[in-house]
């Protein structure tokens, strides 16, 4: 399971994933006032106090989830191929999912409040669709080797 280079990209979908869920995607300092949004929460320090919302903000974090989730099932079915390309053809949806809702609360927010600094967050899950691409073309790969091998004997 672990000689495989696949195996090795989807450990680094899970890590991506889990990174993710701790660093801020977009933060903003003015005078007295910090805000900062993160995959699973939108938080506002003013005066000292800090108030936090969940919703909607938090279907971003709900994605990576459930991407690190099947990116573990799909590892753990390193006996079948075919449902492991299955797996990665859903997880790829499921990170497309997660990427364009990051851009849409993003672009939401920096519309409300002026553009700040751009957070690790917002890259990293790119970092997990390529290392998933990769996956699923070296699982293809290891179930064309199979096939060709079969047909020879």
Known sequence: MWQRIQTL??????????????LPIWKIADAGKEMQLYPLHFSTI????????????????????AAATIAIMEI????????????GTLNSLILAGA??????????????????????????????VACNWL???FIRRDEKLVRDSDRIR
């Open 99 to 128: 990427l364009g809702s990051t851009v849409y609360f993003y672009n939401q927010v920096t519309g409300q409040y002026g553009y700040g600094q751009f957070g690790l967050s917002i890259w990293i899950p790119f970092i997990g």
């Open 46 to 65: 003013e005066n000292g106090v800090k108030t936090t919302e969940y919703f909607p903000f938090s279907i971003t974090a709900i994605l990576l989830a």
């Open 76 to 87: 753990r079915r390193f006996d079948n191929r075919m449902a492991q390309v299955k797996l």
């Open 135 to 137: 996956a699923i073309r």
């Open 9 to 22: 990209f989807l450990v680094l979908v899970v890590i991506s994933m889990v990174v993710s869920f701790f």
